[in-house]
């Protein structure tokens, strides 16, 4: 089965080259990609989510909003009816704030330096679990 | 923007329609189990670069103000590592705020029709589930996608200026398949052109079909686009032209879902194979 | 035999007789050694007989600059050492302003936040968590106002980090010099102005590309007549560097953009030989320490050409390729960040050697989140060790003659030739940019490069190579989670406190001027004196215009 990934950058920030580098990655290493573009609101991100049924959904923020945009798409997850869906994020993310971000049911944060391939194995392991 | 409350259970369909991706013996059992219903599906073909995905962005929306609508956009995947990079929904920003409509992107997943695999059976249970009217996005890869002509009941082949999208130049196949031809892209130079051009070709050829300039960006033409499109779609459900177009489809269903059946569980039996794509191949030619 | 000739055959013995034996027992550490732009590297670079030095190489302040623009460079003034800052609410900037120039700072340069930039109120959905982040938010004439209280707009440049919405924010600034009785005409400073490469790289347009040109176009002949002495762009390759693009590509789609621009300018009746003096660019200064050198130095001769022959531009001044240089953001490490210091003095170092006219340099914490006050003030330690200690501000141009330098300058020079007529080919810049040929090409280069860094063939100390365990950095700058709640009571007052009857006719007006063909600054000046916020004019425009979607390009 193929492993399907929603690729998004919620918020402003324009600086989408992680965001794209990772989706390119994420279909070379043989899944399906979905990637929504810029300027994504929590909304439209957890309806993409629930449309396209995917397996796992990535997040790049690089503006510093992401407490805000990640409490926002982990609750709108939830009342969607999705359920548990494995959320990754990438981006400028302070170690503290990463913390608090898996405690609040962030499945995983990638900082700047994570290599491809680690983030592909990753997404294998999580939804083939 | 109002949230997940639309008429129809959006995350069922969406569950029910990956199981159709990977199991057609599965899919078959699960659309089996619904009621029959009458629904329409209107292709959107041309070259890439043409303006099909803003175009179908500004048509679903338009249809979602009176009829239950859905999308489904393909994109190919990679021959070499089977993955796919899916983007239509970024050009899709109205449909995709819209929370009455469903879209749906899908890999071609080796199809090289245009098409992926189990689009007949998604259309049949988009249908089923309750979505009146079905636009079907094709790769358009450039390559004569002539799949499409079984699968919707109309057919919007979309042409722009810039493209080499000289009709003369179109491979014939291509010019076959449309019902209503879209000159896109209405403000660019050589849209004035291209416009009486491919009005030209189509008088040569006797054939009496409509030529219509949008811009679907600013949205200037949809709205003649979309009454066209209605008009056609009654016209041929009153020819009969509809019900023939049903039964194909239906035929080719069954005969993709057979294809398909044997070869995600007989995929070693080459001979088998072959038969089936002859009869897919063949199937339907005699209508020409 | 030339002398051309005598050397190849010398080189070639040399080859023979003490490398290639030499190679037999000591292999090279690389199969092949490539630039950035995948360009080979040979082992040694050797003089070029045929030459002609001063047509390709010149004198500086002469054609083609080559060697820098100004005769003296360093030897008089140095570059401007200028810190890009600007954070949370106008009046906290404004106190930083005020501090910055009473420490004998003479310009500002002022961060927008993204809603200011992408034209959204505070108080927009769209806005949530991002209000105050990344720059000052601005929301009407009022923030303006309190962002350069007590700041005489006569006496300071002012230079603004502002694109899709750099009408509405300069009206402003003109509106706030009017209320301190400064003229218009005395104002001087930046906006960067530069949208294409927001659509290519940086992500902050709004409106589709041909209403963007048109607001460009506008600003330009509006500055012409009342705002002389402002410059009204900033072309920049910053971004697009930043986006992954390789050092000619940089330079390729800068000029391109730049190209666009002037000739959109001439299309509105400007005169290039006025005009040209009032372009500046914005580069990028990269880890690639001898190809970025060259990359300055053929950007400055690639610009001079194109102005002197695709233009006919006659002036000498308005030929000049003048640049602002900030180091690469990207290459910052969040491993070992400490590092990041040599880094950027490597890159510092090459923008000076390049012939920067102003330099910004990053500190070494920006990987991890806004920089700290100690980590800023190592970022400009950094040049002033440059520019007073190690000497190479005191001749210009000096490492113009080596054999390397040059061969990359030409190479550089004749690559971003090829994709500048590749990128006329396609229909020019804006079309390039439409149809995400320009994006695509960055992003195969972004690609590539990381996945050379994945191979090990690139490099990244501390990350794929002379790894160790991270001590972690305790001092990471934090804002204050309140400034949107406080920047959303501002606008509700304001809303309630002006003449809402009159701000809608103007705005009307607004909507009936961008549908004709009428110069739009007047209508937008108008409408931010009678307090209409960023967001409702940003709004006004879009019900017009349109807004512009990417590009779907992988």
């Known amino acids: 089965m193929k492993i399907k990934v929603l690729v998004a950058k919620p918020g402003l920030d324009g600086h989408d080259r992680g965001a794209k580098v990772v989706a390119m990655a994420l279909r070379d290493a043989g899944m399906e990609v979905i990637y929504t573009g810029l300027r994504q609101s929590p909304e439209s991100i957890v309806k993409a989510a629930l449309q396209e049924d995917v397996d796992v959904v990535g997040l790049s923020i690089l503006s510093g909003a992401h407490m805000k945009i990640c409490s926002k798409v982990l609750q709108l997850m939830k009342d969607s009816g999705i359920g548990n869906k494995p959320i990754f994020v990438g981006g400028i993310i302070p170690a503290e704030d990463a913390e608090e971000l898996r405690r609040a049911g962030i499945f995983e944060v990638f900082g700047p330096g994570t290599s491809l391939k680690s983030i592909a194995e990753k997404i294998e392991e999580t939804v083939k679990k | 923007m109002r949230f997940m409350e639309p008429k129809i259970d959006q995350l069922r369909v969406s569950k029910v329609l990956s199981i159709i991706e990977n199991d057609t013996e599965e899919a078959r059992r699960i659309i089996d189990e619904l009621p029959q219903r009458d629904y329409f599906v209107i292709g959107v073909t041309g070259s890439p670069g043409a303006g099909k995905s803003s175009l179908t962005d500004r048509l679903a929306c338009m249809s979602a103000d009176e009829k239950s609508t859905a999308v489904v956009a393909i994109d190919p995947s990679s021959p070499f590592t089977g993955g796919a990079f899916l983007g239509d929904r970024i050009r899709m920003r109205r449909a995709t705020d819209d929370p009455e409509i469903f879209v749906r992107s899908m890999a071609s997943r080796g199809n090289v029709g245009g098409l992926s ?7 049949e249970l988009l249908g089923r589930s309750g979505y009146e009217r079905i636009y079907v996005e094709t790769v358009g890869a450039g390559q004569s996608e002539t799949d499409i002509v079984n699968l919707a009941d109309i057919v919007i082949l979309v042409l722009a200026p810039g493209l080499g999208d000289d009709v003369q130049t179109m491979k014939a196949g291509i010019m076959e398949i449309g019902d209503i031809f879209v000159v896109n892209k209405s403000d660019l130079p050589g849209s004035d052109q291209l416009f009486s051009r491919t009005r030209a070709i189509l008088e040569l050829s006797g054939k009496q079909l409509p030529v219509v300039r949008t811009n679907s960006i600013k949205g200037n033409g949809i709205e003649e686009l979309h009454k066209k499109i209605g008009a056609i779609l009654e016209d041929h459900v009153d020819s009969g032209r509809l019900s023939e177009k049903r039964r194909k489809r239906n035929l080719y269903n069954n005969l993709n879902s057979a294809y398909q059946i044997i070869k995600e569980h007989y995929a070693e039996n080459a001979k088998l194979e072959e038969l089936i794509k002859y009869l897919l191949e063949n199937i339907g030619r005699e209508s020409k | 035999m030339s002398n051309r000739e005598k050397l190849e055959k010398l080189k070639d013995d040399w080859k023979r007789e003490r490398v290639t034996p030499l190679l037999k027992r000591f292999p090279e550490r690389k199969k092949e050694f490539k630039t950035s732009f995948d360009g080979p590297v040979e082992i040694l670079y050797t003089p070029k007989e045929d030459e002609d030095y001063e047509e390709k190489i010149g004198f500086p302040g002469q054609y083609p600059f080559t060697r820098g623009v100004q005769p003296t ?23 930083r ?3 910055l120039l009473s420490q004998g700072q003479t310009g500002l340069s002022v961060a927008f936040d993204l809603p200011t930039q992408i034209g959204y109120d ?4 769209m806005s949530e968590g991002e209000v105050g982040r990344v720059g000052v938010a601005i929301d009407s004439l009022e923030d303006m106002e309190t962002l350069f209280e007590g700041i005489p707009l006569e006496r300071v440049s ?7 919405t750099a009408a509405i924010l300069l009206a402003m600034y003109i509106a706030v010099g009017e209320k301190q009785g400064v003229d218009p005409s005395k104002l001087t400073g930046t906006i960067q102005n530069d949208i294409l490469k927001e659509y290519i790289a940086r992500g902050t347009y709004i409106f589709p590309p041909d209403s963007s040109m048109r607001l460009i176009t506008d600003i330009f002949e509006y500055c012409s007549k009342n705002l002389p002495d402002f410059n009204t762009i900033s072309i920049s390759g910053y971004h697009i560097r930043e986006a992954g693009a390789n050092s000619v590509q940089e330079i390729a789609f800068t000029l ?4 666009a621009y002037v000739q959109a300018a001439i299309d509105a009746g400007l005169d290039p030989n006025v005009f040209g003096k009032r372009l500046s660019f914005f580069f990028n200064s990269h880890n690639g320490f001898l190809e970025e050198i060259a990359k300055f130095r053929a950007a400055r001769r690639l610009w001079a050409r194109i102005m002197k022959e695709r233009f006919g531009v006659t002036d000498e001044k308005a030929m000049m390729l003048r640049f602002h240089t900030q180091t690469g953001g990207s290459t910052l490490t969040a491993q070992q960040p400490m590092n990041n210091i040599v880094r950027v003095a490597f890159q510092a170092l090459a923008a000076v050697l390049g012939g920067t006219q102003s330099l910004h340099t990053n500190s070494f914490d920006e990987a991890l989140g806004l920089p700290t006050e100690d980590s800023v003030t190592i970022a400009l330690r950094t040049q002033q060790i440059i520019a007073s200690e190690t000497g190479v501000a005191d001749t210009v141009d000096s490492l113009g003659g080596a054999y390397f330098i040059e061969e990359l300058t030409d190479r550089t020079e004749e690559l971003a030739m ?3 007529h590749k990128i006329d080919d396609l229909g020019g810049m804006v079309e390039a940019v439409r149809t995400g040929f320009v994006q695509k090409e960055i992003l195969d280069s972004a690609y590539k490069y990381q996945v050379s860094v994945e191979n090990k063939e690139q490099i990244i100390v501390g990350v794929n190579e002379f790894v160790s365990e991270d001590k972690e950095l305790k001092d990471i700058l934090r804002l204050d989670p309140a400034i949107e709640n406080r920047q959303k009571k501002k606008i509700e007052k304001l809303r309630s406190s002006r003449d809402n009857g009159k701000v809608q006719s103007l705005l009307d007006d607004l909507r009936e001027g961008a549908r004709g063909s009428d110069n739009l600054m007047p209508f937008i000046l108008k409408a931010v004196k009678a307090y209409a916020t960023l967001g409702e004019i940003a709004n006004a425009l879009r019900d017009v215009f349109g807004e512009y979607t990417e590009a779907v390009i992988l």
């Open chain 2, 117 to 123: 695999p189990s689009i007949y059976n998604t259309v």
């Open chain 3, 73 to 95: 460079m360093y030897r008089g003034r140095l570059w401007t050492m200028r810190q890009y800052a600007g954070f949370g609410t106008a009046e906290e900037s404004n106190q």
């Open chain 3, 97 to 99: 302003y005020r501090y």
């Open chain 3, 122 to 125: 505070s108080d927009d959905p």
């Open chain 3, 158 to 164: 002012t230079s603004m980090t502002i694109n899709s």
């Open chain 3, 256 to 259: 391109a953009d730049g190209i």
């Open chain 3, 418 to 420: 090829d994709y500048i």
